[in-house]
């Protein structure tokens, strides 16, 4: 993107996501916010990754699944246990616990 193009101001990154660096009201617990799967698809469109991608925050997974449709292969993983991926806090993980066959 062209400085030229950018029209927004500070907050245009974060409304688009649907994202936000201040709270009004209170956080939800564990900051669970899901992000929409498009945005994977938008970033596939911008960039390239390794065949192994770790979605190391991935809630119920809306991320991961599109990686996975793209065909990439994803290691999913979670603080909160929400039904898929590990339960694994990231923070604390050097690197996924596995070896990939990729």
Excluded at 23 to 37: G, V, W
Excluded at 55 to 68: I, Y
Excluded at 82 to 102: C, E, K, V
Aim: proline letters at 4%.
């Amino acid at each position: 993107m062209n400085n030229k193009d950018w029209t927004g101001n500070s907050r245009s990154t974060h409304a688009v996501l649907g994202a936000r660096n201040y709270a009004h009201n209170e956080r939800e617990t564990n900051d669970y916010y899901a992000t929409e799967p498009k945005a994977a698809q938008l970033l596939m469109e911008v960039e390239t990754f390794s065949p192994l991608i770790w979605e190391c925050a991935c809630g119920e997974g809306h991320l991961a699944k599109e990686f996975e449709k793209a065909g990439y292969s994803v290691y999913a993983s979670d603080l909160v246990d929400r039904g898929y991926g590990y339960q694994q806090d990231f923070l604390t993980t050097a690197a996924p616990p596995f070896r990939a066959s990729i």
